[in-house]
Structures are given as structure tokens and as C-alpha cells.
């Protein structure tokens, strides 16, 4: 194996994505295999992977029957045009995925990633309303703190300001608050208050009026914002008022899909039906890059039934890997696992022990609050400093050295184990992130 950094010149033709580079380059830090729920660097130093990568590979790495299933799709099909064309795959994944889904969405589009669903999403919403009549109907309702992505339609509706401030004009929208309140703090699992902070939106839509609002796109729980979960009535609310001011409401599951909240969905687990919902990530357990976009009866039929002859392209937007055939076999192989009867209950079990495992840490100096859901949590540290974000940056590099892979977004350690963890897993990961905060509080 080639020895890294094998020369300075390999540092600077790979920009790393997300990344500061200026920080990587001095730090690197490098995995060069994996399997189950380890990573390994190309040293030979083993760490736990405590966020399935990046929130996508919930049943852990090196998955066999996922590979299997590629390769053999690899022999019988590697690509078919995505445009006027299609293959069996695509078709039983989408069986699968709307069987999957709640409520009447029965229709799926494909895309390449979270960013491209979201962007899909929002599309499909302004389409919607223009071939019913509405086309005024095209500014967008999202929430501080959320993330859709990184293209210009999730960047606009997402409420990270740090991912928009250098790109200039974005698209028309507006920002519920977040759902984050400091009366919350250390709540184990769904917080008590902030339904209220569904009401905000009258106040956006007394200004903007519904008149000229397609659509409003949240999480379920804000999992890059730091995991934050809204209280029980919070979505219930939102969705009463989107039915009321005839607005669609679209859920971005890219996080919660597929299990990570002990049900397959966000929408399961507070039990509302949004009009759109995105996914990606688990899809495929992380394997191939792959996402998806379903919509409910109505904005199918109406977008069918517009007006035009047989030639009329409906919606017309995609890739050219919408459906990949790769990426198709991966998702089927990953969903059958997913739905294997024992394996939501597994993460329901899990998340007892993660919740009682993370809260551990509270008390610990610079910890401001701990929140959990399911196999999802955060720990939100003190933004008490002149270099904030340097806790959590130094904090995950010295978790590197004791063999924990965490990921540090904003002053949150984020935390989403894969799925086929053990009990005595999530306890070593927290016992050794206790420590590496400890360590690091000690040092400054
Ligand atoms: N939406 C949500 C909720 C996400 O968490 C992410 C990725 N973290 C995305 C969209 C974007 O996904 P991708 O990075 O695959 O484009």
C-alpha cells in the first residue's frame, strides 16, 4: 500500500469536501478499509465507526449480501439510460420503497444523493402547483438550523447560514425557528416543550401570505444541525397548518430514514404524513451513492394529467444516474435487510442503552446538553471560548487516538451507531469519548 501523504503534491489535488483543508493537511486523517463497525487507517489503527460513516451504513461495512447483489448486478446490467428507458430493478425498488413508506406515497423519483432530492423535492413542489393553476405558489418555508444539502434549492430552504453566506442570491425562502429551546436540555429522547414553535409560521405567512408558498420542508429531526428533535406535537401542528393554508409539506428523511429512530421512517415515529419525502444515505447502506424523492397520488396525477399530447415530459428534470442499476441492487439488498423482522426491534433495544450511555456524560466539563433519539444523539458543548468550534474539532481528533471515529458539525459531537452494534459497543464509544473530553478539558 502506498504510503500516505506519499508526496505534498497528493495533498492539494484532492480538495477535500467540507473540510478544512489547512486543518487536514496538517492532521490527516485517513481510513483505508473497513468491516462491520470498524474502520481501520492504513497504520493499522482500528476505530469504532460511531456515525456509520456519514449517518449511511447502518448495517455496518463490508456488507455481503450487498455485494453479492452488486456484483451480480455489475454482470447482467452496469447501466441503462435513465431518460425514455428503464430496467426491471428500478421498478421492483420503487415497489419496494413506496410499500415501505407512510400513507399514499406512491410514487418515486430517483436521484444521486440527499442534496439532489432535495433539490428534486423542491422542483416537483413549484411543478406541482403550476400545473394546478398556482404558479405564484414558488417560495419555500424551511427552519434555522435544518439542512437539505448543498445544492441551491436546499441550501436556500436549509438554515445553516454558514453553508450559504459565501454563494450570494438563493431562492425565495423563509426560516421557521429551530426547535432547540435551553428549557430542553439534557431531555432524554422527545422533548417536552416547543409545539408552539410550529406557530411561527403564521408569522411568516402573515407577511409572505400562503398565496405564494409551495411548500414547507423540514426534518423530522435535525440530524447535521446537531440532533435536534422536535417535541411530540411539533410536526402534528405543522402539518394542521400546511392543510389549512394549502401548503405541501415535504419531510427530509435523509437521516431518519430506514430506521435510525426505531421506526423506518420520521413520519412513522410522530406519526404524520408528509406530501414529499426524501431519502438517500441508508438507502444503500451508504454502498452506492443513491437518493429518492416520493410523492403522494395528487402530485402524481395532477403532474400526469396536465394538459399535452402523448410526448409531454411531466416533470422534466433527472440525471443521468437516476436508477442506476447498481445502485438499484444495492438498495434492494440493503431494504431486505432493513426489513427483517428482528431488526427494528434491535435498534429500539439499542437505543436504551445508547440513551442511557450518552446521558453518562452529562456533568462532564463543557458539555451543555446531550440529546438522543433512537440510534441518533448529539452532545452539544460550550460555545463559552474565543475558538468555539476548536472544542469539538480537538475533541474528535483526540477520539481518533483512542479509536472512536466522531464526527464534529458546528460545537456538536454527533453520534449514529450502525445497527448491528452490540450493547458493549456503544458503552466503549461513550467510556472513550468521556475520556477524550476530559483529556481535552484538562489540556486547555
Ligand atoms: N438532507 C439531510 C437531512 C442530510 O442529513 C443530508 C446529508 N447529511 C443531505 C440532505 C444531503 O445529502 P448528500 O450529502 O447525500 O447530498
Same mark, same amino acid.
Given at each position: ?70 456484483? /451480480? ?6 447501466? +441503462?439510460?435513465?431518460?425514455? *428507458?428503464?430496467? &426491471?430493478? @428500478?421498478?421492483? #425498488? ?119 408558498? /409551495? ?6 429531526? +435535525?440530524?447535521?444541525?446537531? *440532533?435536534?428533535? &422536535?417535541? @411530540?406535537?411539533? #410536526? ?209
Amino acid at each position: 500500500m502506498t504510503a500516505f501523504p506519499p508526496n505534498r503534491q497528493s495533498f492539494s489535488s484532492h480538495w477535500l469536501a467540507f473540510t478544512s483543508n489547512r486543518r487536514f493537511h496538517q492532521h490527516p486523517k485517513m481510513v483505508s478499509h473497513a468491516e462491520g463497525i470498524f474502520y481501520h487507517t492504513p497504520e493499522g489503527h482500528k476505530l469504532y465507526d460511531s456515525l456509520s460513516g456519514l449517518w449511511c451504513t447502518p448495517l455496518g461495512h463490508g456488507n455481503q449480501a450487498i455485494a453479492e447483489a452488486i456484483n /451480480a448486478q455489475m454482470q447482467q446490467l452496469d447501466y +441503462a439510460p435513465a431518460f425514455n *428507458v428503464s430496467h &426491471p430493478l @428500478a421498478f421492483e #425498488l420503487a415497489d419496494k420503497l413506496v410499500e415501505m413508506a407512510p400513507g399514499d406515497l406512491n410514487h418515486c423519483l430517483f436521484c444521486n444523493s440527499g442534496s439532489e432530492a432535495a433539490d428534486t423535492a423542491l422542483k416537483l413542489a413549484r411543478a406541482y402547483w403550476r400545473a394546478k393553476g398556482k404558479p405564484e405558489k414558488s417560495k419555500f418555508i424551511g427552519r434555522s438550523k435544518g439542512y437539505h444539502g448543498v445544492n441551491f434549492g436546499g441550501i436556500s430552504v436549509g438554515g445553516i447560514g454558514g453553508n450559504r453566506k459565501v454563494y450570494g442570491q438563493t431562492l425565495d425562502a423563509y426560516h421557521l425557528p429551530h426547535t432547540w429551546l435551553a428549557e430542553n436540555c439534557f431531555s432524554k429522547g422527545v422533548p417536552e416543550v416547543g409545539d408552539h414553535l410550529a406557530d411561527s409560521l403564521l408569522a411568516i405567512l402573515e407577511v409572505q401570505d400562503p398565496s405564494n408558498i /409551495a411548500a414547507v420542508m423540514v426534518e423530522p429531526m +435535525a440530524g447535521s444541525g446537531g *440532533v435536534i428533535i &422536535p417535541s @411530540a406535537g411539533y #410536526l402534528k401542528r405543522l402539518r394542521a397548518l400546511c392543510d389549512q393554508h394549502d401548503i405541501l409539506l415535504i419531510f427530509d428523511e435523509v437521516i431518519t430514514g430506514f430506521g435510525r429512530m426505531g421506526t423506518l421512517f420520521g413520519a412513522d415515529y410522530f406519526d404524520v404524513q408528509p406530501d414529499i419525502l426524501t431519502c438517500a444515505k441508508a438507502l444503500t447502506n451508504g454502498v452506492m451513492p443513491m437518493g429518492a424523492v416520493l410523492a403522494n397520488t395528487d402530485i402524481y396525477h395532477c403532474l400526469m394529467e396536465q394538459p399535452g399530447d402523448d410526448y409531454l415530459i411531466e416533470f422534466p428534470h433527472g440525471y443521468t444516474y437516476s436508477a442506476h442499476p447498481l445502485a438499484c441492487a444495492a438498495a434492494l439488498a440493503s431494504l431486505n435487510q432493513l426489513q427483517q423482522p428482528g431488526l427494528l426491534p434491535k435498534v429500539a433495544d439499542l437505543a436504551k442503552v445508547f440513551e442511557q450511555a450518552i446521558h453518562e456524560l452529562k456533568g462532564l466539563p463543557l458539555v451543555e446538553d446531550i440529546r438522543n433519539i433512537g440510534l441518533a444523539g448529539a452532545i452539544q458543548l460550550t460555545m463559552e471560548s474565543k475558538q468555539p468550534l476548536k472544542h469539538a474539532s480537538e475533541i474528535s481528533a483526540l477520539c481518533w487516538q483512542k479509536g472512536v471515529y466522531v464526527r464534529f458539525g458546528g460545537n456538536n459531537l454527533s453520534f449514529a451507531p450502525p445497527f448491528i452494534c452490540e450493547p458493549q459497543d456503544i458503552r466503549e464509544i461513550f467510556s472513550r469519548v468521556a475520556e477524550a473530553i476530559q483529556e481535552y478539558d484538562r489540556g486547555v
